[in-house]
């Protein structure tokens, strides 16, 4: 879809990072204590092939292989703990504010002051995340609340893309006139569904918020503005990144926080099938418009593997893109699901001078793709 007599814009963005990191060496550590005690405790079933011992893992080896140095996390106990091995966030009262609407409270309230605007002018908000920490009353309108804001909230669960699709609803919104204000909200809280025992994925994944606002260029009032000039979003089923957890377990009499609730993928399949398919959508995308690619001043592209977005940024423009073309961000917030193209937005976009073009891409489960062009204001 595109649009030129009645732009729409982003007109503010914010970005909370929790205060707790961790680094690669400490994540290692904790990871090999864990696997070297299983290896003890399990010596003879492993020498008789009734178990497999736990590989250990290495900081050189997820440096090399994602870019990923260190992660941060709403929670750092307890991840760490060989006895544990997972983060430890108390429940909170039904009258106390949830885990993922503070931190999406706190981007909120950043993408509020960026746009210019008050929380009594949003009238939709829309979380848009992985995963919900509970069915209802969504996390949408525990935010709306808060906020004092008008109109309607809404949570979308769409992985890696839920940002992304989540902003084509708001633009789609504001377009039809059901609304003049919209915040998109992603309170990403993955570390309780990564798997900090499985060496293949525990250094994977990080926790962040980042909120944007859309609305329409006659309303705007912000310093730093984009017109959106186009939005795409494609699905392709895959089962190479999975995560059976859900309420159906309770019926199936399987154990709710097995092994195979978690995140699982088939990460060299993954990377194989969707550089190119991100590549060729975003090549399709701009040309609709007639935008060549090297036209293209800053790419805020998804963030789960280094090696990936130079693929992409190859294939894009037929060398690397530099560090200011394309911003990485996943070396110190790893892969944020569907927040990292937006982290890479909110620390990189003052800089650009009106009428440069840049491009907001997620790739990742489902399959999905999701992005916007925008034009600097
Ligand atoms: N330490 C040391 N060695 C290791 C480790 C480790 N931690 N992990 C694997 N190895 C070993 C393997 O065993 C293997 O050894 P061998 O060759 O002897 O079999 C060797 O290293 C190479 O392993 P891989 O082939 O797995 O390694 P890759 O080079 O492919 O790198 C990656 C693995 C980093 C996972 C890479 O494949 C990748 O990033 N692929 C892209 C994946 C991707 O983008 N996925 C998207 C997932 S995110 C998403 O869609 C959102 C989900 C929703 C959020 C979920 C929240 C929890």
């Not at 959508?281 to 609709?288: M, R, V």
């Not at 990189?348 to 997620?362: E, W």
Request: charged share 20%; net charge negative.
């Amino acid at each position: 879809m595109t649009t030129s007599d009645n732009p729409i814009v982003i007109s503010g963005a914010g970005l909370w990072t929790p205060e707790h990191s961790i680094s690669n060496e400490e994540l290692v550590e904790a990871y090999n204590g864990y696997a070297e005690k299983y290896n003890r405790e399990h010596a003879s079933d492993i020498e008789s092939g009734k178990t497999s011992a736990k590989p250990l893992s290495s900081a050189e080896f997820i440096t090399k292989a994602s870019g990923i140095k260190s992660r941060y996390v709403f929670a750092k106990e307890g991840i760490l703990d060989s006895e544990r091995m997972r983060p430890f966030i108390p429940t909170r009262t039904n009258q106390e504010l949830s885990h993922q609407a503070e931190m999406g409270l706190a981007a909120a309230r950043k993408a509020i002051a960026a746009a210019n605007k008050q929380p009594a002018d949003i009238d939709v908000v829309i979380v848009a995340c992985s995963y919900t920490q509970r069915s209802y009353p969504a996390i949408a309108i525990e935010i709306q609340d808060q906020l004092g804001a008008s109109g309607f909230g809404f949570d979308m669960l769409v992985a890696c893309s839920a940002a992304t699709f989540a902003l084509q609803r708001a633009y789609e919104m504001v377009t039809a006139g059901t609304a003049k204000c919209v915040i998109v909200v992603n309170p990403e809280l993955t570390s309780p569904q990564n798997n900090w025992r499985d060496r293949d994925s525990h250094f994977i994944f990080g926790d962040v918020a980042t909120a944007t606002i859309v609305e329409s260029a006659a309303t705007c009032t912000s310093e730093h503005s984009y017109e959106i000039l186009s939005t795409k979003a494609v699905t392709s089923f895959s089962n190479n990144i999975r995560s059976n957890f859900g309420y159906l377990a309770y019926a199936d009499d399987s154990d709710p926080f097995g092994e195979d609730k978690f995140f699982i993928q088939n990460g060299r399949k993954v990377f194989k099938e969707v550089c190119p398919m991100a590549a060729e959508h975003l090549t399709s995308q701009l040309q609709e418009l007639g935008i060549e690619n090297a036209e293209v001043k800053r790419w805020w592209l998804h963030q789960a593997n280094i090696n990936m977005n130079v693929l992409i940024g190859k294939r894009l423009l037929g060398r690397p893109a530099t560090a200011e073309e394309a911003p990485i961000v996943l070396d110190k917030y790893a892969n944020t699901a569907s927040a990292g193209s937006l982290i890479a937005f909110n620390l990189h976009h003052k800089d650009l001078q009106a009428g440069d073009i840049g491009v907001i891409c997620s790739f990742g489960a489902g399959y999905s793709i999701g992005s916007l062009i925008v034009r600097k204001r």
